[in-house]
């Protein structure tokens, strides 16, 4: 029996976990940690926290995710981050357990064609970037930590804050509206990835110690993603395909992103599946939500 200790447990991909350990009948136990039961920040209450889980996995889904608001708030999502994820890996280490944390493709700057590998050359181009490789830093360098960082991209879900629900609101709000088309990645369910995640604790004896990808499968830009919700959705806003130049925000982001999960996929055994599919299950579950 598996028993999980799952750090930001309220969030996207943290909600998206408990659900699918719930749906699939995951043989185990998760024990959930939510920000205002634990800042992680305050090594003293993590180390608390870890030891008295009684766990053999920890996952890290607590992070600051404001890619935007990082320019401005640098030292918040340094701290929390970077220097946090290392409060968590070193009383992961201290109470043998293997964690599990969760971390970007925004740690490259977009510039390789074709898909990065795990191995790849990190050069992150934004603040949140920067404060999400520093904590991939601190993993590594916990001497004798077993652990897997997967780095994941363009996550969404039928709950919370992300573009697939910024998408279904903009259709209804609008006639036409304007979306990238220059930047291109995968999107990824977080219902997918939470499956993986429940997958790598259970395997995590024949896991390897390292970095890896995961994702959907395929790749897109944001316009062929809107493009795709609106298919689904049967909406008839007009959407229009811009330049990154067009849409200026504060934190740049790579061109782009694609991630190779061939890693993942062998090591693992985890079959990916198609981006469309994902956008799919995901309409029909925020449909069927609705009614
Ligand atoms: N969303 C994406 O597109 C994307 C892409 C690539 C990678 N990722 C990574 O995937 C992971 C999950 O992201 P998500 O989209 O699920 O994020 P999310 O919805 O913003 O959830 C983040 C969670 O972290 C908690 N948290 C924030 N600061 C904390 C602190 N100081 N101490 C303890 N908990 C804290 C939040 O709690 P409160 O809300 O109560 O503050 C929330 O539960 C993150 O590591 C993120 O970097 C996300």
């Keep these: 029996m598996t028993r999980i200790l799952l750090f930001g447990s309220t969030g996207m991909l943290g909600r998206e976990v408990l659900r699918i350990a719930e749906e699939t009948k995951f043989e185990g136990t998760i024990v959930t940690v939510s920000h205002a039961e634990c800042d992680i920040r305050d090594e003293a209450q993590v180390e608390k926290t870890v030891a008295e889980s009684g ?86 360098a916990t001497t004798g930590l077993r652990y897997a960082i997967v780095r994941t ?11 697939f629900l910024t998408m279904l609101r903009l259709f209804r709000e609008w006639e036409n509206i304007s979306v990238v088309g220059d930047q291109r990645g995968t999107p990824t369910l977080a219902a997918h990835l939470a499956e993986a995640i429940i997958k790598i604790a259970e395997r995590r004896d024949e896991v390897e110690t390292g970095i890896y990808h995961y994702s959907d499968s395929g790749s897109c830009t944001w316009y062929e993603f809107a493009s795709e919700i609106a298919k689904n959705d049967g909406t008839k806003c007009m959407i229009r395909e811009i330049t990154t130049e067009e849409y200026p925000t504060p934190a740049r982001r790579p061109k782009n992103s694609i991630l190779d999960k061939s890693k993942t996929t062998r090591i693992t055994g985890i079959a990916l599946k198609e981006w469309q599919e994902g956008v799919r299950e995901c309409y029909e579950k925020w449909r069927d939500e609705r009614r």
């Excluded at 607590?62 to 890619?67: F, K, L």
């Excluded at 971390?103 to 700057?109: H, K, P």
């Design 153 to 163: 991209q363009w996550l969404y879900s039928h709950i919370r804050k992300n573009f």
């Design 55 to 140: 766990a053999q996995v920890v996952v890290n889904c607590a992070a600051y995710t404001q890619v935007d608001k990082a320019e401005s708030e640098t030292e918040t999502a340094m701290e929390i981050n970077g220097k946090a994820t290392g409060n968590i890996a070193r009383a992961a280490k201290r109470h043998n357990m293997f964690l599990i944390h969760i971390s970007t493709d925004y740690v490259f700057d977009g510039e390789k064609e074709g898909a990065y590998k795990p191995e790849d050359e990190t050069n992150p181009i934004n603040e949140y970037g920067r404060s999400k490789l520093a904590g991939e830093k601190a993993i590594e």
